[in-house]
C-alpha cells in the first residue's frame, strides 16, 4: 500500500529502493511558497545505518509490512542464535549478523521482540533493562562510593560491564541493553 506523505511520522515502516527503513523522525514543512514536503531521517533495518530523505507532496511511498514477534532465546549454536516464538512455540534461527553486539547480553529464556520482512528476520529488539549476576570482578572496599570511578565486571553471560567500585562478586545489577550494556544500579 502506498502512502502519502502526511502518513509518514515515527514508527512507520517503509521501503525505499527496496530496503526497509523505520522512520525514527519526520517533519512536516509547508512553506509559504511551494508543495508541502516531509524530511525524514529513516534507519535501515538490515544495516542499521541512518538517512535522511525528502519526499514532496505529490510523492506516495510504499509501506513495509513489519512482523513483530515475541521471541524466548534458547541457546547458541554454530553462529546462529535459536530461539522460540513464543505463540506457536516455532524454533526460529536468527545469524549472528543480526544479533550483532547484543549477544553478549542474551541469558537463556530472555524474551525479546524480532521483526521480520517477508519471512526474512530483519532485527531483534532486547528489553530496555536486563538483570545479570557478578561472576568475576576484583572485590570492593568498604567506603568506596558510586562516585568514585568504575571497574572491569564479568557477568553470567560472560560480557565484561563498568561497573562501580563497591560492587563485588555475587552482586545482582541492572543493566540498560539500549547503550550497549551500561550499568544502571545493583539490585538488593
Request: proline share 3%; charged share 30%.
Amino acid at each position: 500500500m502506498a502512502l502519502g506523505i502526511n502518513e509518514i511520522k515515527s514508527g512507520v515502516t517503509v521501503l525505499v529502493d527496496n530496503e526497509v527503513y523505520m522512520c525514527i523522525d519526520a517533519q512536516h514543512v509547508k512553506p509559504g511558497k511551494g508543495a508541502a514536503f516531509v524530511r525524514a531521517r529513516l534507519r535501515n533495518l538490515r544495516n542499521d545505518a541512518v538517512q535522511e530523505i525528502t519526499w514532496r507532496g505529490e510523492e506516495k511511498i510504499d509501506e513495509a509490512y513489519i512482523e513483530e514477534r515475541d521471541l524466548q532465546y534458547q541457546y547458541a549454536s554454530a553462529g546462529m542464535f535459536h530461539f522460540m516464538d513464543t505463540e506457536n512455540f516455532e524454533e526460529i534461527a536468527i545469524s549472528e549478523k543480526i544479533i550483532g553486539d547484543k549477544a553478549k547480553l542474551l541469558k537463556d529464556n530472555l524474551e525479546i521482540m524480532g521483526y521480520f520482512y517477508k519471512g526474512e528476520s530483519l532485527y531483534v529488539n532486547l528489553p530496555n533493562f536486563i538483570e545479570f549476576t557478578i561472576t568475576e570482578t576484583e572485590p570492593g572496599f568498604k567506603g568506596d562510593s558510586s562516585k568514585s570511578g568504575n571497574k572491569p565486571a564479568t557477568v553470567d553471560t560472560g560480557a565484561v560491564i563498568q561497573v562501580p567500585l563497591f560492587i563485588n562478586v555475587g552482586d545482582k545489577v541492572k543493566v540498560d541493553t539500549r547503550t550497549g550494556g551500561t550499568y544502571v544500579e545493583r539490585i538488593a
